[in-house]
T-cell receptor
Framework: DTGVSQDPRHKITKRGQNVTFRCDPI?????LYWYRQTLGQGPEFLTY????????KSRLLSDRFSAERPKGSFSTLEIQRTEQGDSAMYLC????????????FGPGTRLTVL | DQQVKQNSPSLSVQEGRISILNCDYT??????FLWYKKYPAEGPTFLIS?????DKNEDGRFTVFLNKSAKHLSLHIVPSQPGDSAVYFC?????????????FGKGTRLSVIA
């Protein structure tokens, strides 16, 4: 399977705990994006990378959120001190700069904060 | 405020007929538009895109129309098939391609009735 993969697919945690999600993009894609989707809404942009450089962060990304892409391949998104409002689907996408222009999405990680 | 609006939360169409999904945007900086389809428990799947230098793009049963003066685009599916039943998201970017952060609408749930 050469698509975007995300791990875990589901995560249940208690308020105040830290969680980390992983995204593996399509191998030749140099851009990687993180989005968050809540019920009844479309995906909302969080942050994105070109290779290992983080190019932009949304104001939605509070200081409890941190994302990395250390070697320009996979990426991690960490949420510290989770709150119930963090419950959402976290989607990762990748694209090839200069390519046809569409982002390919992974299946998402559903986070539930109790 | 919503920069990309999909004002119809749901749409039901008979199999074989045309489905028309609408999208409006407010940000005049948007210059590239995409449609994604989403099934439950999966990430969004790219369908079709259009840049602001065009007013129509066609791919098989899917056609996207762009009216820049009205800041409106629509997705036509002809003929509609039961497998088209999904949530459709309109997305926009300001980078002349889909390789920059996307702004999504809330989606329209399409039901194609056999």
């Amino acid at each position: 399977d050469t698509g975007v993969s995300q791990d875990p697919r589901h995560k249940i945690t208690k308020r105040g705990q830290n969680v980390t999600f992983r995204c593996d993009p399509i191998s030749e894609h140099n851009r990687l994006y993180w989005y968050r989707q809540t019920l009844g809404q479309g995906p909302e942009f969080l942050t994105y990378f070109q290779n290992e450089a983080q190019l932009e962060k949304s104001r939605l990304l509070s200081d409890r959120f941190s994302a990395e892409r250390p070697k320009g391949s996979f990426s991690t998104l960490e949420i510290q001190r989770t709150e119930q409002g963090d419950s959402a689907m976290y989607l990762c996408a990748s694209s090839l700069e200069g390519g046809a222009g569409e982002q390919f999405f992974g299946p998402g990680t559903r986070l539930t904060v109790l | 405020d919503q920069q990309v609006k999909q004002n119809s939360p749901s749409l039901s169409v008979q199999e074989g007929r045309i489905s028309i999904l609408n999208c409006d945007y407010t940000n005049s900086m948007f210059d590239y538009f995409l449609w994604y389809k989403k099934y439950p428990a999966e990430g969004p799947t790219f369908l079709i895109s259009i840049s602001s230098i065009k007013d129509k793009n066609e791919d098989g049963r899917f056609t996207v129309f762009l009216n820049k003066s009205a800041k409106h685009l629509s997705l036509h599916i002809v003929p509609s098939q039961p497998g088209d039943s999904a949530v459709y998201f309109c997305a926009a970017s300001a980078g002349y391609s889909g390789n920059t952060p996307l702004v999504f609408g809330k989606g329209t749930r399409l039901s194609v009735i056999a």
